[in-house]
């Protein structure tokens, strides 16, 4: 009970904490309007009224310095805000992109309680040679240099900082009270869905801070890369590892950053520029498990300009359907035709078919004649005005497919500063073809139809006892049928009805008998005819209604 109450006591000073945060950088009302301030109007810090106006031009770099005063749970949110213009609109993503993770170094003594805790052995028994300097510091953790006592290798160990769970865990719970409410009472707020915002945070920060997750995530891409020898990605000492730390192979080499910014000697500037190029478009299009932030701080360049991934705490995932309709949406980018890009986009559920406005067409079509015939050599710049255009018209798209963009335009930005001839869109349009053909190959279409046929299959094995089901909930009179059919006869209207009731009865009627006679791959061949017949009457009678409505 004491620790409940504790816990509720620290909820409440967090809460204030907070508010003045918001209240210094003018968003006190967020609070004031929808809190006991409502009743102590004296403790408001400014009138605010439904109608006001907020200083547009203020609000981005207000809402920056509120995440960078609340700590390390916001500042995460906000770098995840940063890329998602689609949901905060673009001046706001633009801004928040200058938020930084570097924090105040926790003192060694602390990190090594950390790491003996988790690991269950005195650190002297399991590293030598520790620097106590971090070579790198952020919010959540800090990483270490050391050498492992049993042979010697050099490791990095990262660290997460006490009581970061704790804390995080602790903001969330106040995040998705503060964004309910102001979801329900400041009507402002409605355009953003912050529950939604604060859900979609709160996935990718449990993930974050779970190590484990991070250890999974390079044993994947090192496996994806395991025959490309231009790439590599750090080993990882699992019997050192937790869900608070991580013991790594110690990669020794600059940062792309600081390539892309010096003439380093050795390295050749357009072969990585490739190079990087090359394994990002692996990763997105042919393995579906992406580097989510690719940005020159996560990526090593070591010797003969081989290209090393870090800091794999949060990926991309893409199934088959979505790789191979990324691919036909990138090859129609370059085709000139917006209403096949829309269709294509339906298709992938990216908008429905309620946002295909006239609006969108023609802001689609503007993008078309901007690129159309043009020597197009930045992947990014198209598919930035498309998810630019999506954003005019209010269309809030897949976490993933955001990522995707701002993936390629990191990839992008990062080739033109080594290579200013930095070609992208040649080779992602080969690769994109290259993927197209194998999706029409005999083994894979072969795939494709025995899965179809086996669902087919538990269609058919089912059906009998769904028959049996409808026709008990028939007899015993629970089951109510409407049909609405406008601006036909009723003479039609009843010849419609009956002829759903004959289906019905065709294949119920073949269905009970299935359980007799021969079978073909088990699957009783009445029953499987019944069930054929049934949908070639229920096409029939879609066809009909349709070429009713023509007339």
């Not at 009743?39 to 031009?57: G, H, M, Q, V, Y």
């Not at 915002?197 to 891409?221: A, C, D, Q, T």
């Not at 993936?407 to 992208?424: I, R, W």
């Not at 349009?429 to 046929?453: A, C, D, E």
Request: some cysteine.
């Amino acid at each position: 009970m004491k620790v409940r109450e504790n816990k509720r006591n620290s909820d409440i000073i967090r809460i204030n904490q907070i508010y003045q945060v918001l209240k210094k950088n003018d968003f006190g009302y967020l609070i004031e309007e929808n809190t006991f301030f409502k009743t102590f109007p004296f403790l408001r810090n400014r009138k605010f009224s439904k109608d006001d106006e907020l200083p547009d031009e203020t609000i981005p770099g207000r809402i920056r310095r509120v995440f960078e005063d609340l700590g390390p749970a916001y500042i995460k949110l906000g770098q995840m805000l940063s890329t998602r213009p689609d949901l905060v609109g673009t001046e706001i993503s633009e801004e928040l992109e200058k938020l930084r993770d570097d924090t105040p170094v926790t003192e060694f003594s602390k990190m090594k309680e950390v790491i003996e805790e988790e690991l269950g052995h005195p650190l002297d028994e399991i590293y030598t040679d520790i620097d106590v300097t971090p070579i790198g510091s952020a919010s959540i953790g800090q990483v270490y240099t050391a050498k492992l006592k049993e042979t010697g290798e050099k490791v990095a160990i990262k660290v997460q900082k006490p009581n970061s769970e704790e804390i995080i865990k602790s903001d969330l719970k106040i995040m998705k009270f503060l964004a309910a409410r102001a979801d329900r009472f400041i009507s402002k707020s409605k355009i953003y869905n912050l529950p939604a915002i604060v859900s979609e945070f709160e996935k990718s920060i449990l993930k974050e801070i779970n190590y484990l997750e991070e250890v999974r995530n390079m044993e994947i891409l090192g496996n994806n890369f395991k025959n490309v020898s231009y790439v590599h990605i750090p080993k990882v000492y699992h019997e050192y590892c937790s869900g608070k730390v991580i013991t790594m192979e110690l990669i020794e080499g600059p940062e792309l950053s600081k390539v892309i910014k010096d003439d380093l000697e050795g390295y050749d500037k357009k072969l990585i520029a490739k190079r990087g190029m090359n394994s990002y478009f692996k990763q997105i299009m042919e393995d579906g498990f992406f580097h989510a932030d690719p940005h020159p701080g996560n990526i090593m360049i070591l010797e003969k300009n081989k290209i090393c991934y870090i800091d794999m705490g949060m990926m991309g995932i893409l199934d088959e359907t979505f790789k191979s309709n990324l691919a036909e949406l990138i090859l129609l980018l370059t085709s000139g035709n917006a209403d096949n890009i829309i269709n294509q986009l339906i298709y992938m559920d990216i908008i429905s078919p309620g946002q295909n406005t006239p609006e969108l067409k023609e802001d689609i079509n503007d993008l078309m004649k901007k690129y159309y015939g043009a020597k197009l050599k930045n992947v990014n710049n198209s598919i930035e005005d498309l998810l630019n255009a999506m954003i005019k018209n209010n269309i809030v798209m897949p976490r993933e497919f955001v990522m995707i963009g701002r993936g390629l335009a990191l990839v992008e930005e990062s080739g033109k500063k080594l290579n200013p001839d930095f070609d992208t869109a040649d080779e992602l349009k080969k690769i994109s073809k290259r993927i197209m053909i194998k999706q029409s190959s005999p083994k894979r279409l072969f795939k494709v139809g025995t899965n179809y046929f086996l669902e087919i299959e538990h269609l058919a094995k089912n059906l009998p006892n769904t028959v049996n089901n409808t026709l008990s909930k028939l007899e015993e009179g629970n089951i109510a049928i409407k049909i609405k059919i406008e601006g036909i006869s009723e003479i039609s209207k009843q010849v419609t009805t009956a002829i759903i009731i004959a289906a019905l009865i065709v294949g119920s009627s073949l269905a009970l008998f299935a359980d007799k006679g021969p079978t073909f791959i088990d699957i009783p061949i009445i029953g499987l005819i019944g069930f054929i017949i049934s949908f070639a009457l229920g096409i029939y009678l879609v066809v009909q209604y349709i070429m009713f409505e023509m007339e």
